[in-house]
């Protein structure tokens, strides 16, 4: 099983629409979670953090359940500025103490259409 | 304020040649990532370098190997170069401490051609 896997993709939407992304990870002790955005040919950037409680940031939601290893994302009334990549990414423990390293998934391309 | 900065943009080598790669983290940071980002896939973790040490490794063979600078400043170098090793290399700088530590903010990467 892969440490990180998410939707293949791509995700064609039309502008208003919403759309979910979802995401499994492999290592049950996994800590912390988050959702990177990728522009064509740009570096990933930090689009919001995952909490246990599930989090929220103006049009984008996150939710995270531990006992099935599960991650998504929605984004309601999409734009069409959010056509880019998402990367589901995890950090995790490993033997030997912390973990530092950032384990991305290979990313879901959405496009979203006017 | 400046960001995560790289060096070169782009570069382009042969097979068996050595190159080597620049990064200036972001302004407070001391903490240095290398990724790898293959067309079509998400980075891949390679080392991570805190107070001028190979702090974590991730998957990747001896020809790549690295440095930390006293100003945080990093290298990667890679040695006998496979075509496999083009790909997009993505550095990432954090702070050690609090909130900070958990985000990593990438530079613009450098793209390596092996022909």
């Known amino acids: 099983r892969k440490e990180v896997e998410q939707d293949p993709g791509p995700f064609n939407v039309p502008e208003g629409a919403t759309v979910a992304f979802n995401c499994t990870y492999s290592n049950s002790a996994s800590q912390s979670f988050f959702w990177y955005r990728q522009d064509c040919r740009k570096e990933p950037k930090l689009l919001m953090s995952?909490?246990?409680s599930g989090n929220e940031d103006g049009r984008f939601t996150a939710q995270l359940n531990r006992a099935s290893q599960y991650i998504s994302l929605l984004i309601r009334d999409s734009k069409l500025s959010d056509s880019a990549t998402y990367l589901c990414v995890v950090r995790g423990l490993y033997s030997g103490g912390s973990n530092y390293k950032l384990t991305f998934g290979k990313g879901t391309l959405l496009t979203v259409n006017p | 304020d400046a960001g995560v900065t790289q060096s070169p943009t782009h570069l382009i080598k042969t097979r068996g040649q050595q190159v080597t790669l620049r990064c200036s983290p972001k302004s407070g940071h001391d903490t240095v990532s290398w990724y790898q980002q293959a067309l079509g896939q998400g980075p891949q973790f390679i080392f991570q370098y805190y107070e001028e040490e190979e702090r974590q490794r991730g998957n990747f063979p001896d020809r790549f190997s690295g440095h930390q600078f006293p100003n945080y400043s990093s290298e990667l170098n890679v040695n006998a170069l496979l075509l496999g090793d083009s790909a997009l290399y993505l550095c990432?700088?954090?702070?050690?401490?609090?909130?900070?530590?958990?985000?990593?903010?990438f530079g613009p990467g450098t793209r390596l051609t092996v022909l």
């Open positions: 990432a700088s954090s702070g050690d401490r609090g909130v900070a530590y958990n985000e990593q903010f």
């Open positions: 995952v909490y246990s």
